[in-house]
């Protein structure tokens, strides 16, 4: 399977996971999207609006990658806070919760990808 770029519309999200401000997201698996047989729930690119934050959630059933593609932010994995920048990867367990919070001046832009 191949998701070019330019064919995945960009999607407005505001408050993710109750957080503060929106963010434009992209899909190439969206969370709503049923690939029989795949553990793949979700897979796409988020750019928070300076500000902006993931509020924090727990993932009891699934796990979570976020790869920081631009910009800076503050990730925060079950109540511990990491400054986080362009190429490091966060890797959400299991059973853990965290949230992310856009800190600098421009867009906080990141990988996120959902398995079972």
Not at 95 to 104: A, D, E, F, L, T
């Amino acid at each position: 399977m191949i998701r070019k770029f330019h064919d995945m519309t960009p999607v407005r999200r505001e408050n993710l996971q109750g957080g503060d401000g929106g963010s434009w997201n992209r899909y190439a698996i969206a969370p709503h999207d049923d690939l029989d047989g795949s553990h793949f729930r979700m897979i796409g690119t988020i750019r928070l609006d300076p500000g902006a934050s993931v509020g924090e959630h727990e993932h009891l059933t699934n796990e979570e990658l976020y790869v920081i593609m631009e910009g800076e932010g503050l990730y925060t994995e079950d109540g511990v806070e990491h400054k986080v920048s362009p190429g490091d990867m966060l890797v959400l367990q299991r059973g853990h919760s965290h949230s992310i919070r856009n800190v600098g001046k421009g867009h906080l832009t990141f990988l996120a990808v959902i398995v079972d």
